[in-house]
Structures are given as structure tokens and as C-alpha cells.
């Protein structure tokens, strides 16, 4: 009896250290950009970063993100989405409109996390804020509900505004939504909308924005995507070469030179989608994760642009901003 107690207790020993051997299984973040590339992967991925190691995960030693991106060239998401759903990653994250449309019809099983600048209830990707149903959470930015505010700071800082131009990419089934809110708002404001279309990974900027001026638009409004956001400086410096005023839909522009942004706080969005992941990678399903909504926006304004322009930022709207750059 004591031979085979001594047989049992040796073989839960060598079992035990053989477990022990045994590697951890490190969980895989697959992360898609609309912009970014191998050496050049972008804030917003660092913002995540950055949220996931306040929550104790270091990378390439409890976690790994596996970063694809499209380089502005949406006709890859599909395949990327597609090659990371392969790969099997454990949360897969994704921060633009294509790639959470594209994770929604590739996987049914792995979660997703989106950052999404629509409202992603009336666009169909869940079921409601609270119970958002299948494999996707997340969080809404609502960047496309705000084109009526920022209509009317431009009211409050530009004397005698009458015509905006809105410059988006035609290629882009997302920005047409956004001119669509931004047309409605004009009609209630009396301010006519001039649309600025271009197309292609080399868009003609200088030329559309010096149709905005020969169409006498007072300002500039600029709907961000993956292709535009590339082009954020020399729209910006287009810009004040022909005295134009702009509002963007994000602070990283205001800081490239524009004159102002209104949005919520897209980089606070990227650090809180760590929670969603970490959430995810504890057990918790999707279905589980109410989808939230940003409770602030942020006013940007930069000082110096206002000054190359000749324009006053008035104090009722300085004292609304949340940063002035100088």
C-alpha cells in the first residue's frame, strides 16, 4: 500500500511539474488603423497602449497586439480584418466605421471592441447601449452628431459667416453621412454648405480649397477619415494661406495648425477601450458590456492661427474652451 501511495504521490509531482513547463498562453490584441503602417502606427493605438499598461499588461510579456494597417487604402480592411480573424486573436479592436462593419460580417465568435464615430445603434452594429447583443462593445465618439455645434462656433468666431466649405473624401461612405449632417445644419443656421470633394490616396487639397474660395465660402470645415487624416498639416497650412478659418472633428488637428475642433476626446476613447479589452480577456462577454457614450466634448482653439488670420476669438468662446494652443 505505501509502494503504490509513493507511485501516486511521484506521478501528481511529475504531472505538476509538467504543467508548470507548460507555456502561458499569452492573449492576442489584433488592432486595425484606417492610417497607419508598420513604423508608423499612430496615436490612437498608443492610447490604447497606454490604457492597457495602467492595467497591468505589458506588451510581448502578458500581451501581444498584433497591429495591421491600411495605410489610407480602405480597400484593405476587409483583408486584414479577414487575416487577423484567422490568426484567432482573442479581442480584436477596431477604431474606424469599415473595419467594425467588416469584423461584424467576418466573425460572429471573436469579440470586438469599436471606437465608433457614428451612432452605432441607428447604424445597425448592436442592438442597444445597454444590451448591445452578439460579439461587439464598445464605445460611440458621436463625432458625426456634432456638425450642427460646430457650425455654430464658427458662427460666434467668424464675423458675417454666410458659406462653409466641407471638405471630405467622395470615396468614403462614411463622410457622406457626415455631410449630410453638416448640410441639415446649415439649413437651420440660414449658412450655405459648399461640398469639396476628392478622391484617391493623392488627393488635390490646394485645388478644392482654392474652389472654396472662388465659390467665396468664410470658412472651412474638414470631415476626418482615414485618407484626409494623412493631410492634416497642409490642409491646415492651405488653409491660413487663403484666409480661411477651420473646424475639425479632432484636436490632433488643431494642434497640426487648424483653427479649431470641437469632438470628444478621441485619445481618452482609445485609453478607456483597454477596459473593454481587459474586461474581455477576464471572461466577460460582449453582450455584457454597455456600450458608452462620451459624457464631455472638447473645445480646442489655436491661438497662433487665429492671429496669422486676423481673427479675435471672442471671450464667451474662450472661456468655453477646454485647451487654447499658443
Known sequence: MKTVLLLIGFALTVIRFAEAQQPTKIPRVGYISGTGDAYHQGPYVEALRQGLKELGYTEGKNIVIEFRGAEAKLDRIQALVAELVALKVDVLVAPILPAILAAKQATKTIPVVMVAGVDSVASGIVDSLARPGGNITGLNTLSRDLGGKRIQLLTEVVPHLSRIAVLRDADSQNTAIGFKEYETAGQVLNISVQPLEVRGLNPDVEGVIKSAVRGRANALVTITNANLFRYQKRIAELAIENRLPTMFEGHTWVEQGGLMSYSADDL?????????????????????LPVEQPTKFELVINLKTAKQLGLAIPPIVMARADRAIK
Open 268 to 288: 481618452a476613447a482609445f485609453r478607456r477601450a483597454a477596459f473593454y479589452v481587459d474586461k474581455i480577456l477576464k471572461g466577460v462577454k460582449p453582450a455584457e
